[in-house]
């Protein structure tokens, strides 16, 4: 894999032309496009498939489903046409939701004939540290809680989780060389952290073991997005 192919630049905006236009800018540096809760809340499924023929980048689809299995099931269902390479689902949904996840992947494929969305697992949100996991009542270190939901994730059929970056050495020591680590919360040195608190730079998260990185502001709030992200490429060793 290229360096550059291990990034996917979030698209955290509503509007069409603004998502498509931060795609064109940076194409070619890196290796595909996260829309989430954001945009496909103001733009629905027609807006993804707007976003993805004006380009040819790989989508993942962020849309953390957390609900009952039959709920989950259905809603994976209903996205399989777009044909996202990645999709999420929230570990804490419990083992049954995420293999019903899995098996609705599975069998929607197969029945459409389309490449089976991977679907990986949020373990716990970048943007909480131990103290607020505390505050919800999860009084437990985050690494042990993200290390808890990556096996069940593993367990049920994910093709992988969504982690911080200050997990994934550990997780990497548990888990088999396949399992897809997409880590964002990843900081170079001269961006802001934003809300994001468990955060790393790009070199030291692939080093610790990540397969892909997840990059929003570092390069869409930069004045220049083009040139952040060659900066993160080159970082990389691109
Ligand atoms: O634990 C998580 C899960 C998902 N995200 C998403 O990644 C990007 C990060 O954007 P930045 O601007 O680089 O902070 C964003 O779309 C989140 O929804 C996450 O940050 N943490």
């Known amino acids: 894999m290229r360096p550059t192919d291990r990034v996917f630049v979030a698209l955290d905006m509503p509007e069409i032309e603004g998502a498509k236009a931060m795609a064109a800018q940076v194409a070619g540096l890196v290796g595909g496009v996260k829309l ?17 023929a004006a380009g ?3 989508l993942f689809l962020d849309l953390k489903l957390h609900d009952i299995p039959n709920t989950v099931a259905g ?11 990645f999709l999420t689902i929230h570990a804490g949904g419990g083992p049954a939701m995420i293999r019903a996840a899995a098996d609705a992947a599975r069998e929607e494929a197969e029945r459409l004939g389309v490449p089976r969305m991977r679907i990986l697992a949020v373990t716990v ?16 270190p985050a690494a042990d809680q993200v290390r808890r939901l990556a096996q069940v994730a593993h367990a049920n059929g994910a093709d992988g989780i969504v982690c911080s970056p200050a997990e994934v050495a550990l997780l990497r020591r548990d888990l088999p060389a396949d399992f897809t680590l997409m880590v964002p919360g990843i900081r170079p040195t001269w ?19 990540a397969d892909h990185l997840v990059i929003g502001r570092p390069i869409t709030a930069d004045a220049d997005p083009a040139a952040a ?8 060793g691109a």
């Open 36 to 52: 989430g809760l954001e945009f496909f809340m103001a733009q629905g499924p027609a807006g993804i498939r707007d976003v993805i």
């Open 56 to 58: 040819d980048l790989p």
């Open 75 to 85: 809603a994976v269902r209903s996205v399989a046409p777009l044909a996202p390479k």
């Open 125 to 140: 949100l970048t943007s909480l540290s131990d103290e607020d996991l505390a505050a919800v009542g999860q009084a437990v």
């Open 191 to 209: 961006a802001a952290a934003n809300d994001q608190k468990r955060v790393m730079g790009p070199r030291d998260a692939v080093a610790a073991g």
């Open 229 to 236: 992200a060659r900066r993160i490429a080159e970082e990389l």
